[in-house]
Structures are given as structure tokens and as C-alpha cells.
């Protein structure tokens, strides 16, 4: 027996349906602004993006404020702002629940040459779909909430909860800035959250709801090989191998990262992962996922692990797994060029599952790394670099001001905190000696990483680094190799914070 729709969903379908060239219109703009995080110089259109959001809300009465989270550092060394995160709350009555709404605004790159049909910054209907960059991740389910409240708004129809937006624009380039506003805000804008929506998943197949209730984390990986201070070109080279080109020993190291069956080949990468729990495999199994409709909607022939559903969904969700996603400085254009690069980087991810701590993960390749670059017996450089985890390195000026406050320093209300006698400062020599001798431009906000609530830690993100050790005396200190490692008095790490304050928080 069929139930009845409720009068009031009647309603809204019926409006939604009068609407729907609107919405489709609303998302064609969407898709047109080019909010790619990872282009620096699309930075601004982000900032459009933000605001062209915010103005929608303003319209359908949510108060909307926007928040600055500071500078990025890019891997040239400059810096440009990060967008602003949008907050906004609709408040629809006193007594009723709060639901915090998360989205974002930014997109990931897309071009033509990449493989897309169509136009990436345009959306296209093609057999009743609409094609375009965000159109589903992440711009148009935020669309959704914005259509939703309006379609209440417009039949009359109550919303039963309080709503709190918080859509940034840097969701693709590892959330930079977000994790310190919302810890700063989370006693005052978040304090009477009572549930958070993400509104940026996936069903498994297109016939049942799903609803994720965990995301696996990630660690985002650049393997660098310099083979020279310039690029140059293949005939130069013609008679004999004069040097080795970086380019075939990236391509080396890539192919020792993983196996045909997709397993990591990275020693202790699988050591925290949980063990198959007694009757866990037969979860999976009960999972309503259809394999073949997966493997049509994602245009392939075959799938991995044989294609059993119970190892595809376990590899999805309960494994690591790690991808390779390009290489940077290398040729990719159509057509024939013969320059050799002197630098190239190779860009791959690994997924981290419940358990696997991304200091360990990074520790573990790292470490992999160079033990293959070894083997390989190269006399180029290589370096291989964790640039997934910045967005947890940033200090917001909260945290500094902390950093002053633990080291006694009289906060801003003229209040005193204990002074805390023994504490870890990670500098770069050389920054070091910059600070010390007032070169203050060739050090950024961005430099520093996030405190500890009891201990104060300031790392320069360079090479080389050292550990000071802060006391109320200069006394030794040695790391796992037993190596002397410089030391500073409690005095001198005064000094050095205020050199701090005065370049970044001038206020206090």
C-alpha cells in the first residue's frame, strides 16, 4: 500500500518544480566562477565565489559575516591571502535545535586537455545530466540548502531548526586556516551547536540514501629530483648521456610505491591499521552497493580486488590506499617538446585510516624514500616532503598570544599567566639568525605552527632544522642520535618570542 505524501513536502516539490530553470541558472553562475584553491591565481575568484554566496543568504535573511584566516605560503616562498571563511546563521525560533551546515566553495583544477568532454567552467546538460566543475562537489549541494530554505520561505512552510553555515573556499588545498578559526570560534559562534551536516559526500550507487558518518584522513606528498640549475634541451645531449635525467629517476621512485593490486609497498604503513574484526567482512556484504552500476557510471571494464563487493568497500573505506596524481615541472602539453626539466615533482597521496597518525606516515615514507634513492644510486638531489598537513602548521594570533603568555609576558587585560620554565622551540638556523639580526621581511605569519595548549612550540618550515631547548639554564641537549644540538636560556627565548610579537602581533 502506498503512502501518502505529507501536504507539506507536496508543497515544496511543487515549488521546486516551478523553480527549476532558477536553480539550474543559480548553479550555471556557480560553475563559472573559477574557485580553483590550488591556482594562486584565481585566488581572487574564490573571494568572488564567497561573496556572491554570502549575498544569496543575505537575501533570504541570514545574518552572514566573513572571517580572515590569514596568509598562504606557497612553495616559491611568496605569500597571498587565504579566502575568507563565510559563517551564517538563519535563526528560524527560540527552543528549536541548531544544525551547523559545512561546505566549501572551492574547486579542484580542471582543463579540457585533462580529459573533460565539455568545458569545465561551463555547465553543460548532456543526457539529463548536468556536467561541470563543482556542480556536485561542492557548489551545488550548497545550492541545495540555499534553494531549500527559500522554497520554505516561499510556500510558508515553518523550518524546524535553527541553521549555522560555515562554507570556506580552501576544502581542496587541505582546509588551510579553518581548524584555528574553529577552534577560536568555538566557544562563542559554534557554542550552541547541537549538530553538524556535511554536506560534501557521495551515495554509493544511485537508488538508496546513504549517510557517511566517518572520512578517512589524508597525507598529501611531493617527491622532488634536481637534476640541474636549468632547463635544457635534448640535443645538447645528443651524442652521449651527459647526465641523468631527473625525470627517469622520479619515474623509479613513483613505481616503488605501490603494486598492481594496489597494495602500499611502503614498510609500516599497515602496522596501526585495526585488524578484520570476527564477523566485520560479513557488514560489508549486507551493504546495498551494485558493482556493476558501479563500474558503468564510472565508464570501466574491470575493477580491482576481482571485483568483490565486500574487498572493494573495505579498500574503500577501512584500508589505506595511496594514488599518484601528477608531476609537476614536467612537459604535459599537446604536441612534441624535447626540453629536459631540471627540476621535476611528483605529487601522490596517501589515504590514512582510524589508528595511523600522519607524523608516522610521513616518518614512514620519508625514510622508504631514501633508503629506494639509495638503491638507485643517483647523483641527483631528491627531497621527498610532506605538504599535505599545513593547513594543522598555521598559529593564529590566539595561539601566539598564548606563546606570550606562557613565556610571562603580561597579556593584553593586563593579566599575568604562570610562567612556564621549560618549553621546545624548532627553529631553522639560519631563520634564526635573521631574526636575530631584524631581516624581518624574509619571515612570514605562516611559519609558525600551531600550539600545544602546555607546550609552546614555533617552527620555521625550512630545512635543517634544529631544537632549542628553553630553560631557566643553558643545558645540554641531545636528540635520538646522541648529536649536541644548540641550546638557549629562558632569557634568550624571551628575547626571541617578542621578536615575534612585535612582528606579528604589533597590538600586543
Given at each position: 500500500?502506498?503512502?501518502?505524501?505529507?501536504?507539506?513536502?507536496?508543497?515544496?516539490?511543487?515549488?521546486?518544480?516551478?523553480?527549476?530553470?532558477?536553480?539550474?541558472?543559480?548553479?550555471?553562475?556557480?560553475?563559472?566562477?573559477?574557485?580553483?584553491?590550488?591556482?594562486?591565481?584565481?585566488?581572487?575568484?574564490?573571494?568572488?565565489?564567497?561573496?556572491?554566496?554570502?549575498?544569496?543568504?543575505?537575501?533570504?535573511?541570514?545574518?552572514?559575516?566573513?572571517?580572515?584566516?590569514?596568509?598562504?605560503?606557497?612553495?616559491?616562498?611568496?605569500?597571498?591571502?587565504?579566502?575568507?571563511?563565510?559563517?551564517?546563521?538563519?535563526?528560524?525560533?527560540?527552543?528549536?535545535?541548531?544544525?551547523?551546515?559545512?561546505?566549501?566553495?572551492?574547486?579542484?583544477?580542471?582543463?579540457?586537455?585533462?580529459?573533460?568532454?565539455?568545458?569545465?567552467?561551463?555547465?553543460?546538460?548532456?543526457?539529463?545530466?548536468?556536467?561541470?566543475?563543482?556542480?556536485?562537489?561542492?557548489?551545488?549541494?550548497?545550492?541545495?540548502?540555499?534553494?531549500?530554505?527559500?522554497?520554505?520561505?516561499?510556500?510558508?512552510?515553518?523550518?524546524?531548526?535553527?541553521?549555522?553555515?560555515?562554507?570556506?573556499?580552501?576544502?581542496?588545498?587541505?582546509?588551510?586556516?579553518?581548524?584555528?578559526?574553529?577552534?577560536?570560534?568555538?566557544?562563542?559562534?559554534?557554542?550552541?551547536?547541537?549538530?553538524?551536516?556535511?554536506?560534501?559526500?557521495?551515495?554509493?550507487?544511485?537508488?538508496?540514501?546513504?549517510?557517511?558518518?566517518?572520512?578517512?584522513?589524508?597525507?598529501?606528498?611531493?617527491?622532488?629530483?634536481?637534476?640541474?640549475?636549468?632547463?635544457?634541451?635534448?640535443?645538447?645531449?645528443?651524442?652521449?648521456?651527459?647526465?641523468?635525467?631527473?625525470?627517469?629517476?622520479?619515474?623509479?621512485?613513483?613505481?616503488?610505491l605501490v603494486d598492481n593490486t594496489g597494495k602500499i609497498l611502503i614498510p609500516g604503513i599497515y602496522d596501526e591499521v585495526a585488524p578484520e574484526a570476527k564477523g566485520e567482512r560479513d557488514i560489508y556484504k549486507k551493504i546495498h552497493f551494485d558493482v556493476e552500476e558501479y563500474k558503468r557510471n564510472i565508464g570501466s571494464s574491470s575493477l580491482a580486488h576481482k571485483g568483490v563487493k565486500e574487498e572493494l568497500l573495505m579498500h574503500r573505506w577501512r584500508h589505506p590506499s595511496l594514488s599518484i596524481h601528477g608531476i609537476e615541472g614536467a612537459f604535459s602539453?599537446?604536441?612534441?617538446?624535447?626540453?629536459?626539466?631540471?627540476?621535476?615533482?611528483?605529487?601522490?597521496?596517501?589515504?590514512?585510516?582510524?589508528?595511523?597518525?600522519?607524523?608516522?606516515?610521513?616518518?614512514?615514507?620519508?625514510?622508504?624514500?631514501?633508503?629506494?634513492?639509495?638503491?638507485?644510486?643517483?647523483?641527483?638531489?631528491?627531497?621527498?616532503?610532506?605538504?599535505?598537513?599545513?593547513?594543522?602548521?598555521?598559529?593564529?594570533?590566539?595561539?601566539?598570544?598564548?606563546?606570550?603568555?606562557?613565556?610571562?609576558?603580561?597579556?593584553?587585560?593586563?593579566?599575568?599567566?604562570?610562567?612556564?620554565?621549560?618549553?621546545?622551540?624548532?627553529?631553522?638556523?639560519?631563520?634564526?639568525?635573521?631574526?636575530?639580526?631584524?631581516?624581518?621581511?624574509?619571515?612570514?605569519?605562516?611559519?609558525?605552527?600551531?600550539?600545544?595548549?602546555?607546550?609552546?612550540?614555533?617552527?620555521?618550515?625550512?630545512?635543517?632544522?634544529?631544537?632549542?631547548?628553553?630553560?631557566?639554564?643553558?643545558?645540554?641537549?641531545?636528540?635520538?642520535?646522541?648529536?649536541?644540538?644548540?641550546?638557549?636560556?629562558?632569557?634568550?627565548?624571551?628575547?626571541?618570542?617578542?621578536?615575534?610579537?612585535?612582528?606579528?602581533?604589533?597590538?600586543?
Open positions: 500500500m502506498a503512502v501518502a505524501v505529507p501536504e507539506p513536502l507536496t508543497l515544496l516539490f511543487a515549488e521546486i518544480e516551478r523553480h527549476k530553470k532558477k536553480y539550474i541558472s543559480n548553479l550555471q553562475e556557480a560553475v563559472a566562477i573559477q574557485s580553483v584553491s590550488a591556482w594562486p591565481d584565481k585566488r581572487p575568484e574564490i573571494k568572488r565565489m564567497v561573496e556572491w554566496t554570502a549575498e544569496k543568504l543575505k537575501n533570504l535573511g541570514v545574518e552572514v559575516s566573513l572571517h580572515d584566516v590569514g596568509m598562504q605560503r606557497l612553495p616559491d616562498g611568496k605569500t597571498i591571502p587565504l579566502p575568507p571563511v563565510l559563517f551564517g546563521t538563519y535563526r528560524a525560533g527560540d527552543g528549536k535545535k541548531t544544525v551547523c551546515i559545512y561546505g566549501h566553495l572551492d574547486v579542484q583544477p580542471a582543463l579540457k586537455e585533462d580529459g573533460w568532454d565539455t568545458e569545465p567552467f561551463v555547465l553543460t546538460q548532456k543526457n539529463e545530466k548536468l556536467y561541470g566543475r563543482g556542480s556536485s562537489d561542492d557548489k551545488g549541494p550548497v545550492l541545495c540548502w540555499i534553494h531549500a530554505i527559500e522554497a520554505f520561505k516561499a510556500v510558508g512552510l515553518d523550518i524546524p531548526v535553527n541553521i549555522k553555515f560555515v562554507f570556506e573556499g580552501m576544502e581542496e588545498s587541505g582546509s588551510e586556516g579553518l581548524e584555528q578559526l574553529l577552534h577560536e570560534q568555538k566557544n562563542k559562534y559554534l557554542k550552541d551547536v547541537d549538530y553538524v551536516c556535511i554536506s560534501d559526500n557521495y551515495w554509493l550507487g544511485t537508488d538508496k540514501p546513504c549517510i557517511t558518518y566517518g572520512l578517512r584522513g589524508i597525507c598529501y606528498f611531493g617527491l622532488e629530483v634536481e637534476c640541474a640549475t636549468k632547463r635544457t634541451c635534448i640535443a645538447e645531449f645528443s651524442e652521449e648521456q651527459c647526465k641523468i635525467e631527473g625525470m627517469a629517476d622520479l619515474i623509479y621512485l613513483l613505481n616503488t602539453e599537446p604536441g612534441q617538446k624535447t626540453v629536459i626539466p631540471r627540476k621535476v615533482i611528483g605529487k601522490f597521496s596517501i589515504r590514512i585510516v582510524p589508528n595511523q597518525k600522519p607524523a608516522n606516515i610521513e616518518k614512514y615514507v620519508v625514510e622508504y624514500i631514501q633508503r629506494k634513492w639509495n638503491e638507485r644510486g643517483s647523483p641527483n638531489k631528491n627531497e621527498a616532503m610532506n605538504i599535505a598537513d599545513k593547513a594543522w602548521r598555521n598559529i593564529t594570533q590566539s595561539t601566539m598570544r598564548n606563546c606570550f603568555r606562557a613565556c610571562g609576558f603580561i597579556t593584553p587585560n593586563n593579566q599575568y599567566e604562570d610562567d612556564v620554565n621549560d618549553f621546545s622551540v624548532h627553529v631553522n638556523p639560519i631563520q634564526w639568525n635573521r631574526l636575530l639580526q631584524n631581516e624581518e621581511n624574509d619571515v612570514t605569519f605562516d611559519d609558525f605552527v600551531h600550539c600545544d595548549d602546555d607546550v609552546v612550540v614555533a617552527e620555521i618550515l625550512t630545512d635543517n632544522d634544529i631544537v632549542c631547548t628553553a630553560t631557566d639554564e643553558a643545558d645540554e641537549v641531545e636528540n635520538d642520535d646522541e648529536e649536541e644540538l644548540p641550546t638557549i636560556t629562558f632569557k634568550e627565548a624571551k628575547t626571541y618570542i617578542d621578536k615575534l610579537r612585535r612582528l606579528f602581533c604589533p597590538a600586543y
